[in-house]
């Protein structure tokens, strides 16, 4: 018999970004799980091919955050997933103020946005919930060339530590992911080019790109009753990357 508190049937959860990559992979196995989905994405395409891939395991899916609430009745657990990477060569010395800004505005600005929404539904409701928000490894190590980048995953980290002890008293966890090398769109130029998988691949102990797949079992815990009591951690899942 399957572990009860891992059974999510009659919970919603919310997936910012769910459409591909990382996002549809804690979607999908939270509706394996017993979860009805909402996701969004700005791709139409690709927001149809993840809603077909998750309405397999039975569960109500819907494709757009704001209808949300209307559509599926309440949210219990967001995951503030949608991000971007940097552009260019990232140098300190030829970034423009409008790169910095709009990394931080998508990848720090559009959590700060999506767990407000989400934690007064949340508060008003009175019945908990989880907040769980997508950072990176770069919020913990040094990435040269990604000032903004690994800034704008601190700073989530650090509002996630802060979220924990302000929604504490409404029953809401906040917790954070920090993923390594994993292979989606966003990385696909990287993990193609030979130099740059020679230099990697050797790091990861695992010696393999992490998957979409990789993150759904913490997608599960987090957005289960058996993480009702842990709050304001950063789970950092890299295949031993940072630790190597």
């Given at each position: 018999?399957?572990?009860?508190?891992?059974?999510?049937?009659?919970?919603?959860?919310?997936?910012?970004?769910?459409?591909?990559?990382?996002?549809?992979?804690?979607?999908?196995?939270?509706?394996?799980?017993?979860?009805?989905?909402?996701?969004?994405?700005?791709?139409?395409?690709?927001?149809?091919?993840?809603?077909?891939?998750l309405k397999k395991h039975g569960r109500k899916v819907h494709a757009q955050i704001v209808e949300t609430v209307k559509v599926m009745g309440h949210v219990d657990n967001c995951v503030a997933n949608a991000g971007v990477s940097g552009?260019?060569?990232?140098?300190?010395?030829?970034?423009?103020?409008?790169?910095?800004?709009?990394?931080?505005?998508?990848?720090?600005?559009?959590?700060?946005?999506?767990?407000?929404?989400?934690?007064?539904?949340?508060?008003?409701?009175?019945?908990?919930?989880?907040?769980?928000?997508?950072?990176?490894?770069?919020?913990?190590?040094?990435?040269?060339?990604?000032?903004?980048?690994?800034?704008?995953?601190?700073?989530?980290?650090?509002?996630?530590?802060?979220?924990?002890?302000?929604?504490?008293?409404?029953?809401?966890?906040?917790?954070?992911?920090?993923?390594?090398?994993?292979?989606?769109?966003?990385?696909?130029?990287?993990?193609?080019?030979?130099?740059?998988?020679?230099?990697?691949?050797?790091?990861?102990?695992?010696?393999?790109?992490?998957?979409?797949?990789?993150?759904?079992?913490?997608?599960?815990?987090?957005?289960?009753?058996?993480?009702?009591?842990?709050?304001?951690?950063?789970?950092?899942?890299?295949?031993?990357?940072?630790?190597?």
């Amino acid at each position: 018999m399957a572990y009860k508190g891992f059974d999510l049937t009659g919970k919603v959860a919310l997936v910012t970004g769910g459409n591909g990559g990382i996002g549809l992979g804690m979607a999908d196995a939270m509706a394996e799980a017993g979860a009805d989905i909402c996701i969004w994405g700005t791709r139409k395409e690709k927001n149809d091919a993840a809603v077909a891939q998750l309405k397999k395991h039975g569960r109500k899916v819907h494709a757009q955050i704001v209808e949300t609430v209307k559509v599926m009745g309440h949210v219990d657990n967001c995951v503030a997933n949608a991000g971007v990477s940097g552009r260019g060569k990232g140098s300190i010395l030829e970034m423009d103020y409008e790169e910095w800004r709009r990394v931080l505005r998508i990848n720090l600005d559009g959590v700060f946005f999506t767990f407000r929404a989400a934690a007064k539904h949340m508060v008003e409701r009175g019945q908990g919930g989880s907040l769980v928000a997508m950072a990176s490894t770069a919020a913990i190590e040094g990435a040269a060339r990604s000032s903004h980048y690994g800034a704008s995953k601190g700073g989530v980290t650090a509002m996630v530590r802060a979220l924990s002890v302000e929604l504490a008293r409404y029953k809401i966890t906040v917790n954070s992911i920090l993923p390594g090398w994993i292979e989606t769109e966003m990385t696909a130029n990287a993990v193609a080019n030979p130099k740059f998988a020679g230099n990697v691949l050797p790091r990861i102990p695992h010696r393999r790109w992490g998957t979409g797949a990789d993150f759904g079992p913490i997608a599960v815990y987090l957005a289960s009753s058996a993480s009702s009591y842990t709050t304001g951690r950063d789970f950092v899942i890299d295949g031993g990357y940072t630790l190597f």
